[in-house]
């Protein structure tokens, strides 16, 4: 990548600018107090279009800089956002929510574009999803409440206050950039505070676009600003910046503790959501054909770069074979193909390093494992330039085995066998990892011992994937810790204050027998 004069970059990006399958491109990759702008850094970077290898955007990456001065905006636009009534943010916010509903269609673009997704995947899934999280934080901005007040030492009133926090710092993966950018900004502007979205580098068109979405839905300059920048230059200098209040990262668990490091050093409010590897377990009484089709919906949505993707499942012995077979046929009917063609069910990965990554792990797995079926990239209907890797089963794997216990973010579902429903659990939750898992059976008493035993954020019974915006997100053990999305994420963006009035109107109080004693 060659160096840039900052001074042009923004024209350079602008003339640039085709569009790409209806993408209308931005004029820069910085939105700071509401308007855009090219980064600093003197470095440039492409976005990649992974269904074809072709660059389809430059942009100069932000630098120090432009941290500062997003920072800065946000901290300007703070007093008078947190000050406006729970009704004025929300009045905006559904306003925002009605701008993204008519822009569907290039949101759904634009993401396919920079991802590689299925566009019925972004029609459907992405761009609802992020409209539906706009509607509910909405309305739930207007539902902030603290404790109820009360006389509890007798001759006091206390109450609880719930405050924004100030700026918040939120960086975010590239798995689904329009939603991660939602569940960051939303909670976080809904409670009053404001914010600096940090996406990752490989994709920040929705995320620019979702920030522009709320300055012409009318919320304030400053905001909601987007930096796009390297994570050890722009995303450390935002974790460590001395006027953000607080970090939310959504990303790997590698990074995330480099993240935690950063923030603790600076006593910061943290908000970790990590890597996934979640278990699906299948008891014997289970519907086969239903945990068949979860198991391959749930590991392939996204080509498998969900972090909570079905990636290991358990299936107990009498159906082991069954299920085995019953996956591999349904992987041979998946269509990979162009994104943007409505039939493809499974497009590339998000990049040509993130495709071989995965190969790696299938490679290494062979030594050890069963490759059941695909463990290949196909060359075949003009997907060789693309980063496309074929839905993947590997059986016959160790529990303590790489494939098993490590997170590969890609289209590869490892089954293993179980005897005893103890030994289903045990196995579900050993790894480092707690963000989601499932269970498949139709005896209750089996599902709810999973739902209490099974160590993750969430645990669907007879279903893997659906995610609603009323219901909390997030990780235990190793996959972090808070909640993204529902009422509970307002926990990590609000701090409570408690206020307590004397009733009493007593200059000398009784407690203040401590101090004088008996004069
Ligand atoms: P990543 O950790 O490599 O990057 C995430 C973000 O962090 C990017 O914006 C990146 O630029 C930034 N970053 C990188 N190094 C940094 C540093 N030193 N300081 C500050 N920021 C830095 O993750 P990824 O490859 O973009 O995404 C895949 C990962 O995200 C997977 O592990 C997946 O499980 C996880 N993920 C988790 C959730 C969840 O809700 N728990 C959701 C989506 C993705």
């Known amino acids: 990548m060659s160096n840039a004069g900052s001074s042009e970059a923004g024209s350079r990006q602008a003339k640039d600018g085709n569009a790409p399958h209806g993408v209308a491109l931005p004029s820069g990759a910085q939105y700071i107090d509401g308007e855009l702008r090219a980064g600093t850094s003197g470095r440039e970077h492409a976005v990649i279009d992974p269904a074809t290898g072709d660059a389809v955007f430059t942009y100069d990456l932000a630098g120090t800089k432009d941290v500062d001065a997003a920072v800065a905006a946000a901290r300007a636009a703070f007093p008078g956002w947190a000050g406006a009534t729970p009704g004025e943010r929300s009045e905006a916010m559904h ?9 569907a269609e290039e949101f759904a673009r634009a993401e396919s574009l920079q991802c590689g997704k299925p566009i019925k995947l972004s029609r459907e899934f992405d761009v609802p999803g992020t409209v539906d999280n706009t509607s509910f934080f909405a309305g739930a901005a207007r539902h902030l409440q603290g404790q109820s007040a009360g006389e509890y030492s007798g001759d006091h009133t206390s109450y609880v206050r719930r405050e924004p926090i100030g700026v918040v710092g939120s960086i975010a993966p590239w798995n689904y950039p329009l939603q991660m950018a939602a569940w960051k900004v939303l909670p976080a502007i809904a409670a009053g505070n404001t914010i600096v979205l940090k996406p990752a580098e490989l994709t920040p ?93 749930g590991a392939l949505i996204n080509t498998g770069q969900d972090c909570t993707a079905a990636t290991r499942a358990y299936v107990q012995r009498p159906l082991h074979d069954a299920f085995v077979q019953g996956v591999a046929d349904l992987m041979a009917t998946i269509r990979l193909g162009d994104p943007f063609d409505e039939s493809t069910d499974l497009g590339p990965l998000i990049s040509h390093a993130q495709r071989d990554r995965v190969a790696d792990f299938v490679d290494r797995a062979r030594g050890y494992a069963r490759v059941v079926t695909g463990g290949e990239a196909p060359k075949t209907n003009g997907l060789a330039r693309g980063a496309y890797y074929a839905p993947t089963l590997i059986a016959d794997a160790a529990q303590d085995s790489e494939i098993v216990q490590s997170e590969i973010f890609g289209p590869v579902l490892v089954v293993l066998p179980f005897d005893s429903d103890d030994e289903g659990i045990r196995l579900a939750n050993d790894t480092p990892y707690g963000l989601a ?54 926990e990590e963006y609000t701090q409570v204050k408690h206020v307590m009035y004397d009733n009493t109107a007593v200059a000398r109080k009784d407690w203040h027998r401590t101090i004088f004693g008996d004069r």
């Open 205 to 297: 068109l929705t995320s620019l676009m979702f920030a522009q979405a709320a300055t012409e839905a009318g919320i304030p300059d400053g905001v909601v600003n987007v930096i796009t920048g390297a994570g050890k230059e722009a995303g450390e200098h935002l974790v460590g910046h001395p006027d953000v209040a607080m970090t939310s990262f959504t990303g790997s668990t590698a990074v995330g503790r480099r993240v935690a490091e950063i923030a603790t050093a600076t006593v910061k409010r943290l908000h970790l959501e990590l890597g996934g590897k979640a278990p699906f377990v299948v008891f014997d009484d289970a519907d086969l054909e239903a945990a068949v089709h979860g198991a391959v919906a």
């Open 95 to 103: 306003r925002f929510a009605g701008v993204l509903a008519e822009r």
């Open 437 to 490: 898992a499932s269970a498949w059976s139709r005896d209750v008493y089996r599902t709810g011992r999973a739902t209490r035993e099974i160590q993750a954020g969430c645990v669907w019974i007879n279903d893997h994937i659906p995610i609603l915006s009323e219901m909390p997100h997030g990780g235990y053990k190793a996959s972090g810790f808070g909640k993204d999305m529902s009422a509970y994420s307002f």
